[in-house]
């Protein structure tokens, strides 16, 4: 694999004008965005799958993956209970395989009635200290009764983080609603596929808008399947992953 990027990043290092440790390329250590557990979603459909990506983020230097199902109320309609069952069942698979990697779960929570109704339970999986929530919304519209939700996450003591912002076609050419749902208290998780390419040329133009601004507070993968693997390393090839390095990115701290 070809990681001139990343190779330029260690050389910035290696010369003081980067504090950034440039072991691997996957500095930033955890990642909080990823659909591993078989069967519960639209991502990887066996063990055989889920520990071929694992590996992978590991030999880019991950060392925690909080792997995140999606739980809506039409598609997934994911329990915790059932989350944290197949959980345990990925992390024997990790031990037999001999990976050296934490795995813990949260969950990709789409902002709709099923949400509601397990919010008002107060059974979310949540992580990290600050009980940070992956939120995500529809693809046509946001919620409408959207800052309502932000704002009854933070009363709930949660610190919700919007799953890659820069995808939402309603938002995109919009930075001041974004500044808005910042300003609310919702952080942002990029997805760094965005990045590649992968959704198109507006979803990676808003994705560098993210970098400009210095408004990303995550970043995640978004892995579902092994293929793509390929996609995300290419990422360490491109110029735009040196941004990464300026924001102000929480993964670390996990
Ligand atoms: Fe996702």
Redesign the pocket.
């Known amino acids: 694999m070809s990681i001139g990027a990343w190779e330029w990043l260690k050389s910035k290092y290696s010369r003081g004008q980067s504090s950034v440790p440039p072991d691997h390329p996957c500095y930033w250590q955890t990642d909080i965005?990823?659909?591993l557990l078989p069967g519960l979603d639209d991502g990887v459909k066996t063990h055989e799958d889920s520990l071929m990506c694992i590996q992978q983020l590991v030999d880019w230097g991950i060392t925690k993956i909080i792997t995140?199902p999606?739980v809506s109320r039409d598609v997934f309609p994911n329990e915790a209970a059932t989350i944290l069952k197949q959980r345990d069942i990925l992390q024997d698979q990790i031990e037999q395989a001999n990976i050296s990697v934490q795995i813990d779960v949260a969950a990709?929570y789409m902002l709709d009635d099923f949400f509601l109704s397990i919010l008002a339970k107060g059974n979310l999986l949540s992580f990290g200290t600050e009980r940070y929530l992956l939120i995500?919304m529809g693809w046509a519209s946001p919620p409408r009764d959207l800052e309502q939700i932000i704002f009854q996450l933070l009363i709930d003591g949660y610190t919700p983080i919007l799953?890659?912002p820069e995808r939402y076609s309603y938002y995109l050419d919009n930075a001041e609603i974004l500044q808005r749902l910042r300003e609310l208290g919702c952080l942002f998780q990029l997805?760094w596929l965005s990045l590649t390419g992968q959704y198109g040329s507006r979803v990676s133009n808003q994705a560098q808008r993210l970098l400009k601004n210095n408004w990303v507070d995550f970043i995640?993968s978004?892995l579902?399947r092994p293929a793509d693997l390929q996609k995300l390393g290419q990422l360490f090839t491109m110029p735009i992953y040196n941004s990464i390095a300026n924001q102000p990115l929480r993964n670390s701290q996990l």
């Open positions: 965005h990823s659909h995140t999606h990709e995500e799953a890659h997805n995640g978004d579902h």
